[in-house]
């Protein structure tokens, strides 16, 4: 089955307390990307991918890092955490054709509190 | 950059048909998306328009206007299980690649 997985489902952290959310996806994406959602805000990004080794600023970076040493792998890295990441995460992944009819597919989403 | 608005949350009764309106301002369009999210879950793919004029796909159908800056996403025949937020998304070619952007979403709530 052609899917994004998120690990973990939920996260309860202290702050400063180092912390990696994995994604993966199986459908030989090119393109990832992570967003994080709250409350009147939407979907804002936080980092991308177009490719392996190839990685970008989103919309909101600060305090986040990411890697893309595997086409399948995107983990989102807290180097120390702060309440003010506590949020609902989603990974993503699409192709990277110029354009056409390619949506998004998403992961399960990550809900992260950091104390 | 980007400038997406959708109205916050709407009221429909069950049967009857909705329309959610979004308008955009961007320099570089190249697509507009419709997701359904229903609440603490992933969004899922509805729709997409990059040419003007309607897509109709079952109960769902999404209009794009690009002179305008405006799209609208119809929902007809309402059940209750569409009860969700539904997320205008705008892919904008920049020159290093497409980014996606949504807008805040508008939290749909349909009733008996």
């Known amino acids: 089955e052609a899917q994004v997985t998120q690990n973990p489902r939920y996260l309860i952290t202290v702050t400063g307390k180092k912390l990696t959310v994995t994604c993966s996806q199986n459908?030989?994406?090119?393109?990832m990307s992570w967003y994080r959602q709250d409350p009147g805000l939407g979907l804002r990004q936080i980092y991308y991918?177009?490719?392996?080794?190839?990685?970008d600023k989103g919309d909101v970076p600060e305090g986040y890092k990411v890697s893309r040493k595997e086409k399948r792998n995107f983990p989102l890295i807290l180097e120390s955490p702060s309440p003010n990441q506590t949020s609902l995460y989603f990974c993503a992944s699409s192709l990277a054709r110029p354009s056409g009819n390619y949506g998004y597919t998403f992961g399960s989403g990550t809900r992260l509190t950091v104390v | 950059g980007q400038n997406i608005d959708q109205p916050t949350e709407m009221t429909a009764t069950e049967g009857a048909i909705v329309q959610i309106n979004c308008t955009y301002q961007t320099s570089g369009f190249n697509g507009l998306f419709w997701y359904q999210q229903h609440a603490g879950e992933a969004p899922t793919f509805l729709s997409y328009?990059?040419?003007?004029g309607l897509e109709e796909k079952g109960r769902f159908s999404s209009f794009l206007s690009r002179s305008k800056g405006y799209s609208y996403l119809l929902l007809k025949e309402l059940q209750m299980k569409d009860s969700a937020s539904y997320l205008c998304?705008?892919?904008?070619?920049?020159?290093?690649?497409?980014?996606?952007?949504f807008g805040t979403g508008t939290q749909l709530k349909v009733e008996l």
């Open positions: 328009n990059v040419l003007d």
């Open positions: 998304a705008v892919r904008e070619y920049t020159g290093g690649g497409n980014k996606l952007t």
């Open positions: 991918s177009m490719n392996v080794e190839v990685t």
């Open positions: 459908m030989n994406h090119e393109y």
